[in-house]
């Protein structure tokens, strides 16, 4: 229906459509001003390639009209503010184009240049000029937050609440979770009390789904943990209405042995995927399945550089998960091995014959092989290379190993 209704507006004309998401987490064009003018000007010239000489004239000058693109050239920040404005501000742009940009998220507008406040007024006022100068043939549509600075500006232009047409979805969206909720339904909690909760909860989401989506789930977990109603009403009242605080308040309230379990959901649930589908091929009792893990750097823990060649006990004691045939389930052992025995018990179990030229050794894995003098290793070998190139002079290779010392007394322990 848009695009039949943006047809009819353009006429004969062109209609050439731009659009820009505001996005503050990721690259600085992604939420400033300099961004928005970028992502526009390609969808202008990509869709109208004969106004590139208007929008540019030095530049398309430079390269001269035989097109010689091996001219190099530099366009920086003023060059794409002042051709955006000279396409807007000239008639001839709209000799056979008319123009529709749909920007979203301009409260993610995070322009270093300004300060916060004046960044977003001035980009209310840019936008409104583009429509005045362009005489009409510019449309625009835009989306933010509720914000003072965009309800002012934007006051006299025709909206649309998006809360207002998504609340009877998120009301019912509610309304399912509630009564399809066992221990909310063994609170026997009255129909009026638990209309009044709906209509407390989704009034405070204003309209976002995603913020409604994280309170149920909240919630869910406080029923299951016996929450009443009253506690309910409580999380209700100190939750955050927008969503990035929300989720730092959902992450501070988790308690540390709920966050070392949530941490590790997804690793079980990828094994558990892994297991599911070697079951349903038929294989997974013929399949050896090594998990393999790693220590992470330290970063002062023991005064040392960042690394993970010093023989702390972070650095040693690290699980080796193995499942396969004739491999007693739970079983445990405190065999030394390390990275380079995988390949000799890979090939073991294989059938095929050990190079005698292999770093480490085969891994016991059967329980009969585990207790017997030759598996009980004390240690293992594990060599490491440096190779020393023109930034890495044998002094500091030398300063590194004195980093990975021990002194204690008399006695020194090299890594």
Same mark, same amino acid.
């Given at each position: 229906?848009?695009?039949?209704? $943006?047809?009819?507006?353009?006429?004969?004309?062109?209609?050439?459509?731009?659009?820009?998401?505001?996005?503050?987490?990721?690259?600085?064009?992604?939420?400033?001003?300099?961004?928005?003018?970028?992502? @526009?000007?390609?969808?202008?010239?990509?869709? +109208?390639?004969?106004?590139?000489?208007?929008?540019?004239?030095?530049?398309?000058?430079?390269?001269? &009209?035989?097109?010689?693109?091996t001219v190099r050239t530099e366009i920086d920040d003023e060059d794409i503010e002042l051709a955006f404005e000279s396409l807007i501000q000239c008639r001839d742009t709209y000799t056979d184009n008319k123009f529709v940009f749909f920007i979203?998220? %301009?409260? &993610?507008?995070?322009?270093?240049?300004?300060? $916060?406040?004046?960044?977003?007024?001035? /980009?209310?006022?840019?936008?409104?000029?583009?429509?005045?100068?362009? &005489?009409?043939?510019?449309?625009?549509?835009?989306?933010?937050?509720?914000?003072?600075?965009?309800?002012?500006?934007?006051?006299?232009?025709?909206?649309?609440?998006?809360?207002?047409?998504?609340?009877?979805?998120?009301?019912?969206?509610?309304?399912?979770?509630?009564?399809?909720?066992?221990?909310?339904?063994? /609170?026997?909690?009255?129909? &009026?009390?638990?209309?009044?909760?709906?209509?407390?909860?989704?009034?405070?989401?204003?309209?976002?789904?995603?913020?409604?989506?994280?309170?149920?789930?909240?919630?869910?977990?406080?029923?299951?943990?016996?929450?009443?109603?009253?506690?309910?009403?409580?999380?209700?009242?100190?939750?955050?209405?927008?969503?990035?605080?929300?989720?730092?308040?959902? $992450?501070? +309230?988790? +308690?540390?042995?709920?966050k070392s379990l949530r941490s590790l959901q997804p690793l079980d649930e990828m094994i558990e995927g892994v297991i599911s589908r070697l079951e349903d091929a038929g294989v997974l009792d013929q399949t050896y399945i090594f998990y393999t893990?790693?220590?992470?750097?330290?970063?002062?823990?023991?005064?040392?550089?960042?690394?993970?060649?010093?023989?702390?006990?972070?650095?040693?004691?690290?699980?080796?998960?193995?499942?396969?045939?004739?491999?007693?389930?739970?079983?445990?052992?405190?065999?030394?091995?390390?990275?380079?025995? @995988?390949?000799?018990?890979? %090939?073991? @179990?294989?059938?095929?014959?050990?190079? +005698?030229?292999?770093?480490?050794?085969?891994?016991?894995?059967?329980? *009969?092989?585990?207790?017997?003098? *030759?598996?009980?290793?004390?240690?293992?070998?594990?060599?490491?290379?440096?190779?020393?190139?023109?930034?890495?002079?044998?002094?500091?290779?030398?300063?590194?190993?004195?980093?990975?010392?021990?002194?204690?007394?008399?006695?020194? @322990?090299?890594?």
């Amino acid at each position: 229906m848009t695009q039949e209704y $943006l047809q009819q507006w353009s006429g004969p004309s062109d209609l050439i459509r731009g659009h820009f998401f505001f996005w503050r987490p990721g690259e600085k064009l992604q939420s400033s001003f300099q961004g928005l003018l970028r992502g @526009l000007l390609h969808a202008i010239l990509g869709s +109208s390639p004969n106004l590139i000489q208007q929008s540019f004239p030095s530049t398309w000058q430079d390269i001269g &009209e035989d097109g010689d693109t091996t001219v190099r050239t530099e366009i920086d920040d003023e060059d794409i503010e002042l051709a955006f404005e000279s396409l807007i501000q000239c008639r001839d742009t709209y000799t056979d184009n008319k123009f529709v940009f749909f920007i979203d998220g %301009l409260d &993610e507008l995070n322009d270093t240049r300004r300060g $916060l406040n004046d960044s977003h007024s001035q /980009l209310v006022k840019r936008l409104k000029s583009w429509c005045t100068d362009s &005489e009409g043939r510019v449309k625009m549509c835009v989306a933010s937050r509720e914000w003072p600075v965009f309800q002012r500006g934007f006051g006299n232009c025709p909206k649309i609440r998006l809360q207002d047409l998504t609340r009877t979805d998120m009301i019912h969206y509610t309304h399912d979770f509630l009564s399809q909720n066992d221990p909310y339904q063994d /609170l026997g909690i009255s129909p &009026e009390r638990t209309e009044r909760f709906v209509y407390d909860i989704v009034n405070k989401s204003a309209g976002v789904f995603l913020w409604l989506a994280l309170v149920l789930r909240d919630f869910d977990d406080g029923l299951e943990n016996g929450d009443e109603i009253e506690h309910l009403r409580e999380k209700l009242d100190q939750l955050p209405e927008e969503v990035e605080e929300l989720f730092s308040h959902l $992450l501070r +309230s988790i +308690s540390p042995g709920d966050k070392s379990l949530r941490s590790l959901q997804p690793l079980d649930e990828m094994i558990e995927g892994v297991i599911s589908r070697l079951e349903d091929a038929g294989v997974l009792d013929q399949t050896y399945i090594f998990y393999t893990t790693d220590n992470g750097y330290h970063i002062g823990q023991h005064r040392f550089q960042p690394g993970k060649q010093s023989a702390f006990e972070e650095d040693i004691n690290i699980p080796l998960i193995v499942r396969g045939p004739g491999i007693a389930e739970g079983m445990v052992t405190d065999v030394v091995t390390t990275h380079t025995d @995988l390949a000799p018990t890979l %090939l073991k @179990l294989a059938g095929a014959e050990l190079r +005698s030229d292999f770093d480490g050794a085969a891994i016991p894995l059967a329980s *009969s092989d585990i207790f017997l003098p *030759s598996s009980r290793r004390p240690d293992t070998i594990a060599q490491t290379w440096l190779l020393r190139n023109k930034e890495l002079k044998r002094t500091e290779i030398d300063e590194l190993k004195q980093d990975r010392a021990i002194r204690l007394g008399g006695c020194m @322990l090299i890594t």
